[in-house]
């Protein structure tokens, strides 16, 4: 009687050795956890995330980003402190939004994060790129070691 057959690439278990198979592919979780609310403030748009940031929903992080830049006059204001997680791919693309909103005469700002988003800027030294422009209510969030001060957490 013949095998069934197992896609390697959907992963499952394979017949004679009881491992599990993935084809070596990287297996997609949802965004189920993932929350993005844009709320427009004045001349800006107030962009408030919650879960985890890495690339399984660095696409709709783009596009969430993009849309809000797009809508804002003066640029956006992020609010990262229900982020859990924040990795790398997730940063490019908030890097990608600032270099966006630069070419357009707008600013990408946050004002706001979690310990994960805190960690992940001041290791890689880009939290001064994102402090919230002159003339805003809220102040800039101190990042990095030039500051002097640790990030606004909440």
Known sequence: MPEPA?????????ARSGAETNGGARPRRPAAGLVIRVRPEGDRAVVAVRGELDLDVAGQ???ALRGALGAAVGGIDLELDDVAFCDCSALNVLLGARERGLEEGKTVAVHTVSPAVARLLDLTGTGPLFDAPVGTADAPVPT??????????R
């Open 6 to 14: 197992h896609d390697v690439n959907a992963g499952g278990v394979d």
């Open 61 to 63: 992080l783009e596009r």
């Open 144 to 153: 990095g070691a030039d500051s002097g001060a640790a990030p606004r957490v």
